[in-house]
T-cell receptor, first 112, second 113 residues
């Protein structure tokens, strides 16, 4: 079973910031938070990951709460091409099971 | 550079037939994964290879499913005596190292009539 909880769907206006929440209240100390997204009819695409510090790359920012029980993926200026299912996954980076466990994710719809 | 390539992109077969799905990972990636995705669901882990060996095959649903990676590069997922419930998109992913970020292919859509 997935160890994360996400809302099934969200809407966001084009050009605005999209904030996608994820609850991972049972996360272990050595587990990272990963985000992937899947655009319709494509394979999942890696976005970002983090352990406890906030992270930013060219695609998104990841904000992890101090207790690490939840996180938020931020797409700063959403475009129509960001419409996709976003998956939040917790995973041990070294020495653990290697397969990602996907839940149902959040279907983010960017409205023009 | 070239990404993960999967063939065929679509396969329609009849119940009871044998099917092979091929995955060409990104060159130099040592880790290779197979997932299955049914409509409206997230991808479901099937098997993971590190090099030539299957390091974790705990996700294979039954003994009709088998995968190989004989030279540590290309992998083939083999499904015997296909059933209608095997209909899904089969995704392959590769990673440059164990527990690294996964790069997925576009998937092979299998339809069993």
């Amino acid at each position: 079973d997935a160890k994360t909880t996400q809302p099934p769907s969200m809407d966001c206006a084009e050009g605005r910031a999209a904030n996608l929440p994820c609850n991972h209240s049972t996360i272990s100390g050595n587990e990272y938070v990963y985000w992937y997204r899947q655009i319709h009819s494509q394979g999942p695409q890696y976005i970002i990951h983090g352990l406890k510090n906030n992270e930013t790359n060219e695609m998104a920012s990841l904000i992890i709460t101090e207790d690490r029980k939840s996180s938020t993926l931020i797409l700063p200026h959403a475009t129509l091409r960001d419409t996709a299912v976003y998956y939040c996954i917790v995973r041990v980076r070294e020495g653990g099971a290697d397969g990602l466990t996907f839940g149902k994710g959040t279907h983010l719809i960017i409205q023009p | 550079g070239a990404g993960v390539s999967q063939t065929p992109s679509n396969k329609v077969t009849e119940k009871g037939k044998y099917v092979e799905l091929r995955c060409d990972p990104i060159s130099g990636h040592t880790a290779l994964y197979w997932y299955r995705q049914s409509l409206g669901q997230g991808p479901e882990f099937l098997i993971y290879f590190q090099g030539t060996g299957a390091a974790d095959d705990s996700g294979l649903p039954n003994d009709r499913f088998f995968a190989v990676r004989p030279e540590g590069s290309v992998s083939t997922l083999k499904i015997q005596r296909t059933e209608r419930g095997d209909s899904a998109v089969y995704l392959c992913a590769s990673s440059p190292y164990r527990a690294g970020e996964l790069f997925f292919g576009e998937g092979s859509r299998l339809t069993v009539l």
